[in-house]
Structures are given as structure tokens and as C-alpha cells.
């Protein structure tokens, strides 16, 4: 590609951005497009801040798929998924569990992209300058109850068993928190090697101002089609169509009809998750806390605790569920958060492909259509290194890790 090539990223998102700046820093002509500004359409906003070094293993696992009716939201789990919905997604629902019998070969593909986030973030943040967005203090695992040392025991040993370091908390630094949950008992793990962004829009809005200072264009249009045209592409909208050299495809769960005039299929899902914050609180620990018998992570942010909640199976325009920040505020009240049980909150959709694999690739044939879609939770956390994989493919150059196995045509 030459000097005066244009690329269009399609998808403001986190990974739009990041990508934005990894090319434009390149000296590519980059045009940044969304319908809204960086970071405020999609998921990006509103996400935990949680850089998941730790989540090397995909979520499809037998243990789940036989068990999965615990963490239903009527018996008062996570999980939202309706029969009706279940019968919509019945195709995808089958790629889910045909995954979760693939789950170490899956690993293997996984964790070369996650490892190592936290490093490749802490290099990024320093690039962009604004080191003081990401802070590497790990995060913490915590379990309530008595069964919550047998719990943390065996959950220790697996993580072992797929390379992730942990160390147990000691009892004595886990009395505020048993105290605020009045809880008999507590254990827990923490995760030496995550970390966490205090502001993920300011991270989004960081990378787009960086991508800017490199000679990117950013302009708010909705794209709704791509078209090839021949080796080029057109991009279709309200406005007259602009043709471009090549573009990349971030626009999360809304990806699949920009990809399929190139002969891919991506079976993205819109998993929902919802978050409230508390303003001018804090933490028991200056790190994330996850709480894995709630489902809950919550995380010191700027000026006030984001906690974030629910794997909701529905359409990403469907109404909210007021059901589902109420029970999160109570869940916070019960942990000791000073939460009202009344406030704003906010719903976002995670773009989850039926592996819980990302897709990285380029589309056959001869326009330069290049993608990176369905980093399902942890969008976050596979930003940047997503961003320098797409930048080496753009440049006919070889990826640090192989991207074979991110390549859409799996599907």
C-alpha cells in the first residue's frame, strides 16, 4: 500500500481506535468512521477497565454447558437467555457447544493474544502519553461463605493448571471486605499480572487524539453497507459513497452485513452487560475486585466505583431490563458498597462470536478488506495487540503470533 493510500476503519470502538493509531503511526492516510464519537456508541463506554491478562481459557467448557441453568437470571445467576431467544440463536447455540468440547485446543489459541495485554498496554499508554490511564496493581478474585476456601482452593489449582500465576489473600486483608459482605468467611486469589484503565472512554479518546496527531481524519457517519469494487471498496451511507483502498471492519456486533458482500461470515451474538457506578467511593482494594459466586467486578475508576454485571442474550437494540442495575445495586449493598438502590445505569453489547475467539483476518479476493470482530468480553483487554497484529497484516508483514486460527472462514 502507498504512501497515499486511504484506509477506512470502520468502528470507533477501542479496537477501531487503537487500530487507528497503529496504522496511522505508520504514515497511513487513515479515516476513522463511526456513527457517534470515539468510544460512545458501543461497549467500549461502559465496560469493567478490567485488563483480563488472567482469561486464557474461552468460556465454552463442558462444566458449563451442563450446568449452565445455575447462573440463569431467574434463579438469580447472570445469565439472561431466554427459550424464545435460545430459539433464535439455535445455530449459534450448537457452534457454542461443539466449542466447549474443543476448549484446551481453543487455550492454546487464545492465550497468545492475552497473555500479554497488561505489557502491551502499559507500551501503549506511555506511547500515546497518557501513562496515568493504566495502573498495574493486578486485580483480586473473591469468594464469601463457608465453602469459599474449598472454592478458591480448586479454582487455584486450575489456573495453575493453565499457566496463570495467582497468590492466595491473606485472611487478614480480606476482614474489611468479610465485614462490609457480613460474611463468616472469605477467600481469595490475587492476579499479579492484570491490570485496569481508571477511564475506558478517556482510553478510547486517548487513541482516536494520538491516531489524529499521526494524520488521522475522523469523521461520524453511519456506514451502513460495504461494497467491493474491484480492488477498492465503496463505502455506503446517507452520504454520497466514498471509495476507499482498503478499510478494516471494528464495528462489533453490527460487523456481520459489512463483512458478508466479501464472502465472510461472522455469527456475532450481542451479549448485554449492564454497569452503575457510585460516585466518590472506593474499593477495599485499589484494584479490581471480582466477586465469582455474584458475577460481579467492580472497579476504582475517576472519581467514583464502577460495578458491572450480566451476560444478557437479546437483540442490541432491545430495551433495557430495569430488573437487572436494581438487583446490581442491592448485590452492592449486601457487599458493603454504599449504593443507592435507585440512579442512572448503563447497558452495552459485547460482540461475541460462538468459539469466544476473536476474528482477525483478511477477506478473500482482490479488495484489501481486512477485519478484527468478536473479542467478546475482553475488548479491553486485546485492544492493542489486536491493533499491531491488523497493522503487520496491512503491511504484508508476519504477525508475532499466528492469526490462522482468528480467520472468519472457521465459520
Known amino acids: 500500500m502507498g504512501q497515499q493510500d486511504t484506509i477506512a476503519v470502520i468502528g470507533a470502538g477501542v479496537v477501531g481506535a487503537a487500530a487507528a493509531f497503529a496504522l496511522a503511526r505508520e504514515g497511513r492516510r487513515v479515516l476513522l468512521l463511526d456513527r457517534a464519537e470515539p468510544g460512545e456508541a458501543g461497549a467500549s463506554f461502559g465496560n469493567a477497565g478490567h485488563i483480563a491478562a488472567e482469561l486464557v481459557q474461552p468460556l465454552p467448557s463442558p462444566q458449563l454447558l451442563f450446568g449452565f441453568y445455575r447462573e440463569l437470571f431467574r434463579f ?38 492475552v497473555r500479554p495485554s497488561a505489557e502491551v498496554w502499559e507500551r501503549w499508554v506511555k506511547a500515546v502519553g497518557r501513562p496515568e490511564l493504566l495502573k498495574r496493581h493486578g486485580h483480586y478474585e473473591i469468594s464469601l461463605g463457608p465453602k469459599s476456601q474449598a472454592h478458591m482452593h480448586s479454582y487455584a489449582q486450575e489456573l495453575t493448571r493453565v499457566g496463570v500465576k495467582t497468590r492466595p489473600v491473606p485472611a487478614q486483608e480480606l ?7 457480613n460474611s463468616t468467611a472469605a477467600a481469595g486469589l490475587w492476579f499479579e499480572d492484570s491490570a485496569y484503565i481508571v477511564d475506558p472512554l478517556e482510553a478510547v479518546r486517548a487513541l482516536a487524539a494520538a491516531a489524529q496527531k499521526c494524520g488521522a481524519t475522523i469523521r461520524k457517519l453511519a456506514v451502513k453497507g460495504l461494497m467491493p469494487r474491484g480492488d477498492k471498496i465503496e463505502i455506503l451511507s446517507d452520504a454520497a459513497p466514498l471509495t476507499v483502498e482498503s478499510a478494516l471492519v471494528c464495528a462489533g456486533v453490527r460487523s456481520a452485513p459489512l463483512l458478508a458482500p466479501f464472502g465472510l461470515r461472522a455469527p456475532l451474538q450481542a451479549v448485554r452487560g449492564y454497569h452503575v457506578e457510585i460516585p466518590g467511593h472506593a474499593t477495599f482494594f485499589d484494584a479490581p475486585v471480582a466477586y465469582v459466586d455474584d458475577r460481579i467486578i467492580v472497579t476504582p475508576m475517576s472519581g467514583r466505583v464502577r460495578a458491572t454485571s450480566y451476560m444478557e442474550f437479546a437483540d442490541p437494540d432491545a430495551p433495557a431490563d430495569a430488573r437487572k442495575p436494581a438487583r446490581l445495586r442491592r448485590q452492592l449493598r449486601a457487599l458493603g458498597y454504599a449504593c443507592e438502590l435507585d440512579g442512572p445505569s448503563w447497558l452495552g453489547s459485547r460482540p461475541v462470536l460462538p468459539d469466544y475467539l476473536p476474528g482477525i483476518g483478511r477477506a478473500p479476493g482482490p479488495a484489501k478488506l481486512f477485519y478484527a470482530v468478536g473479542h467478546q468480553h475482553i475488548g479491553l483487554t486485546l485492544a492493542p495487540f489486536t491493533a499491531e497484529i491488523v497493522a503487520d497484516m496491512v503491511a504484508g508483514r508476519e504477525p508475532p503470533i499466528p492469526v490462522a486460527p482468528y480467520d472468519l472462514q472457521r465459520f
Open 76 to 113: 438469580g445467576g447472570a445469565l439472561d437467555l431466554s427459550p424464545r431467544q435460545a430459539l433464535r440463536m439455535a445455530p449459534w447455540i450448537r457452534q457454542f457447544a461443539a466449542a466447549a468440547f474443543h476448549r484446551n485446543r481453543n487455550t492454546q489459541h487464545l492465550a497468545p493474544l
Open 175 to 181: 476482614l474489611p471486605l468479610q465485614r462490609g459482605a
